[in-house]
């Protein structure tokens, strides 16, 4: 496995970390009933779940366009040092984004945001040059 597709795979387990971390706050905000319920209703999520629920959809946002990147520099066989590291940077990006989201660091998630987009637009870049 080249080391932009362990970068893939972990970042795809951090989402499964972060969607066991959102659900497990939101059901204490809002009950069990209603979490496991219909949801006829759109239920608002405030405080840390709601920032936890944002984080996560934030990080499938950035993984869709991730994946495109490690997939194009692997199956084109174009992976280097430059897209290894990248991979990990947008990897450590999205583990420091889940607490500068939920503890609100601000610009910091926003600085964090753009590093992990960053990477990705590198990798993309590196693939067609």
């Given at each position: 496995m080249?080391?932009e597709?362990?970068?893939?795979?972990?970042?795809?387990l951090?989402?499964?970390?972060?969607?066991f971390a959102?659900?497990a706050v939101s059901i204490?905000?809002?009950g069990m009933?209603?979490?496991?319920?219909?949801r006829?209703k759109?239920?608002?999520?405030?405080?840390?779940a709601g920032r936890?629920q944002r984080?996560?959809?934030?990080?499938?946002?950035?993984?869709?366009?991730?994946t495109?990147?490690?997939?194009?520099?692997?199956?084109?066989?174009?992976t280097s040092?430059?897209t290894?590291l990248?991979a990990?940077?947008?990897?450590?990006a999205?583990?420091l984004y889940?607490?500068?989201?939920?503890?609100?660091?601000?610009p910091w998630?926003?600085?964090?945001w753009l590093?992990?987009?960053l990477?990705?637009v590198?990798?993309?870049l590196?693939?067609?040059?």
């Amino acid at each position: 496995m080249t080391p932009e597709l362990t970068a893939l795979t972990l970042a795809a387990l951090l989402q499964v970390l972060q969607f066991f971390a959102y659900s497990a706050v939101s059901i204490r905000q809002v009950g069990m009933h209603k979490a496991a319920g219909p949801r006829d209703k759109h239920i608002q999520l405030t405080g840390t779940a709601g920032r936890l629920q944002r984080a996560m959809n934030n990080h499938f946002e950035g993984l869709i366009l991730f994946t495109i990147a490690v997939l194009v520099v692997t199956y084109s066989d174009q992976t280097s040092a430059i897209t290894m590291l990248c991979a990990f940077t947008y990897l450590g990006a999205r583990i420091l984004y889940v607490p500068a989201y939920v503890f609100a660091l601000t610009p910091w998630r926003s600085l964090i945001w753009l590093v992990g987009l960053l990477a990705t637009v590198i990798m993309l870049l590196a693939a067609l040059f």
